[in-house]
């Protein structure tokens, strides 16, 4: 009787170590918690584009790789994705070199996606190595869900690094790095050309960014918008017709209006002043209001980790090769905002009710990328998919509902024109670009939901 009970104790104590062995491989986070965790953590590399006051194309550039490195991870731990290159579809081909990474059994994709996220954000961010406490804590709250063993973090940092790195040594060939040596950006001091607007009369902002590589755009010469309407200093000419426009418009403005001039601002570069102090305010970009969304939309669809990952991913990548497009066109028309005009030909006291962004007015960014993100969202989730953006919540403003993504991007567009930084022809000409870059990359680089054997 004694040797069958110290068998029996001696078989338990067994099968108890050995389904110890093995419940770290086994566990996992439930989805919609894992979702959030990556949300979280993604709004942290948002947090520090803010701090830094990265620029819109920066910004869109930023979230480009700190996703692709999320995505390569996720899709290469997972080979059961179909099909998970995204990567190869790039007009500079990039595929990770698998050789340079270290034994991948049992790692966690959940938390090396996430953690190479931070880490290409932590190398390719000016405040990035502030995601280090970030790290820190993802590291905890895995090891504290058991999800893995201590024992096996290092095998966990040592993968996510290594893709990290080679997502970082990518981004350093897409011609970021020689802006600062190409020739410098004056004002022209024509009739009709841009010119430094109030109230900060900062100098233009990236004046050279058709120069960085795109991810899906094989030219820009294709998507360029139709020419901007000629300048024109007579009253009756179509160009005045824009300027009295925006002037009489921003002149009755309901409170609807202006609420949604200030939903959709998103301008990182706002200046108060107190005296003779200015002070720069906390403002999201138009490419992380977008992110915004994006999140939301999974959140409320109950995506898992992989789909919100590569949902995000397309998102990031499309709307930095639509800045790139868009920036081109800002440069090439080079033509003068709307406070210029006004204060020249109207009322020399006007102002707007948002601050004038320092670059070219023609095409409106916000609407270029606005309908780009739209397009590319209504593709994954649909025609009607109504949500609640409480992407600005943050940053003081109440939420807003929306019927449909494209009923936003329509919203972020004409919220140029209430905020008196746009000209109607910029807008609308601005969302055609917008159709046109989400329409190639739709028919070129896209997979629908239904196409993919999500784990």
């Known amino acids: 009787m004694r040797k069958k009970t110290f068998i029996g104790v001696v078989f338990l104590v067994s099968f108890l170590t050995a389904l110890q062995g093995t419940s770290f491989a086994q566990r996992s986070m439930a989805k919609d918690e894992e979702v959030a965790l990556f949300l979280d953590n993604l709004f942290s590399a948002t947090d520090i584009m803010v701090t830094d006051v990265a620029s819109p194309t920066g910004a869109a550039r930023f979230y480009s790789y700190i996703l692709l490195g999320a995505y390569i991870a996720q899709s290469d731990l997972q080979p059961?994705?179909?099909?998970?290159?995204?990567?190869?579809?790039?007009?500079?081909?990039?595929?990770?070199?698998?050789?340079?990474?270290?034994?991948?059994?049992?790692?966690?994709?959940?938390?090396?996606?996430?953690?190479?996220?931070?880490?290409?954000?932590?190398?390719?961010?000016?405040?990035?190595?502030?995601?280090?406490?970030?790290?820190?804590?993802?590291?905890?709250?895995?090891?504290?869900?058991?999800?893995?063993?201590?024992?096996?973090?290092?095998?966990?940092?040592?993968?996510?690094?290594?893709?990290?790195?080679?997502?970082?040594?990518?981004?350093?060939?897409?011609?970021?790095?020689?802006?600062?040596?190409?020739?410098?950006?004056?004002?022209?001091?024509?009739?009709?050309?841009?010119?430094?607007?109030?109230?900060?009369?900062?100098?233009?902002?990236?004046?050279?960014?058709?120069?960085?590589?795109?991810?899906?755009?094989?030219?820009?010469?294709?998507?360029?918008?139709?020419?901007?309407?000629?300048?024109?200093?007579?009253?009756?000419?179509?160009?005045?017709?824009?300027?009295?426009?925006?002037?009489?418009?921003?002149?009755?403005?309901?409170?609807?209006?202006?609420?949604?001039?200030?939903?959709?601002?998103?301008?990182?570069?706002?200046?108060?002043?107190?005296?003779?102090?200015?002070?720069?305010?906390?403002?999201?970009?138009?490419?992380?209001?977008?992110?915004?969304?994006?999140?939301?939309?999974?959140?409320?669809?109950?995506?898992?980790?992989?789909?919100?990952?590569?949902?995000?991913?397309?998102?990031?990548?499309?709307?930095?090769?639509?800045?790139?497009?868009?920036?081109?066109?800002?440069?090439?028309?080079?033509?003068?905002?709307?406070?210029?005009?006004?204060?020249?030909?109207?009322?020399?006291s006007w102002q707007p009710i948002l601050q004038t962004p320092p670059f070219p007015e023609y095409t409106s960014g916000h609407s270029v990328v606005s309908r780009v993100s739209a397009k590319i969202l209504t593709a994954f989730f649909g025609d009607h998919f109504d949500f609640i953006d409480t992407s600005e919540v943050y940053f003081g403003l109440p939420e807003r509902p929306f019927q449909s993504f494209l009923q936003a991007s329509e919203e972020a567009a004409i919220s140029r024109l209430y905020g008196g930084i746009h000209f109607r022809d910029a807008i609308e000409e601005g969302v055609k670009q917008g159709d046109k870059i989400a329409q190639y990359i739709l028919e070129n680089h896209f997979y629908p939901l239904d196409q993919i054997a999500f784990e």
């Open 80 to 348: 059961s994705l179909a099909p998970s290159a995204l990567y190869q579809g790039f007009t500079t081909p990039f595929v990770p070199d698998t050789a340079n990474f270290p034994r991948r059994d049992g790692l966690n994709p959940g938390f090396c996606s996430i953690y190479t996220l931070l880490e290409v954000g932590k190398l390719i961010m000016p405040s990035g190595k502030k995601l280090e406490q970030v790290q820190e804590k993802l590291v905890t709250t895995y090891i504290k869900r058991k999800v893995f063993s201590k024992k096996d973090l290092g095998r966990h940092v040592q993968y996510a690094e290594e893709i990290a790195s080679q997502v970082v040594r990518y981004a350093a060939t897409d011609g970021y790095n020689k802006l600062s040596t190409l020739t410098r950006y004056s004002p022209k001091n024509k009739p009709g050309t841009w010119y430094p607007t109030p109230p900060a009369y900062m100098a233009a902002i990236d004046p050279d960014w058709k120069t960085i590589r795109r991810f899906f755009l094989p030219s820009l010469a294709a998507f360029s918008p139709a020419p901007p309407i000629p300048f024109n200093e007579e009253k009756t000419s179509p160009f005045q017709e824009l300027v009295e426009e925006v002037y009489q418009v921003t002149s009755t403005l309901s409170e609807e209006q202006t609420l949604i001039a200030n939903f959709w601002d998103c301008n990182p570069f706002m200046v108060a002043y107190s005296g003779h102090m200015a002070i720069g305010l906390k403002k999201i970009s138009p490419g992380g209001h977008w992110i915004g969304i994006t999140g939301i939309a999974c959140q409320k669809a109950g995506l898992s980790l992989v789909e919100s990952i590569r949902i995000h991913t397309y998102v990031a990548l499309s709307l930095h090769d639509a800045f790139v497009s868009c920036w081109q066109e800002k440069y090439t028309s080079d033509r003068i905002r709307p406070i210029t005009a006004i204060n020249k030909f109207i009322d020399a």
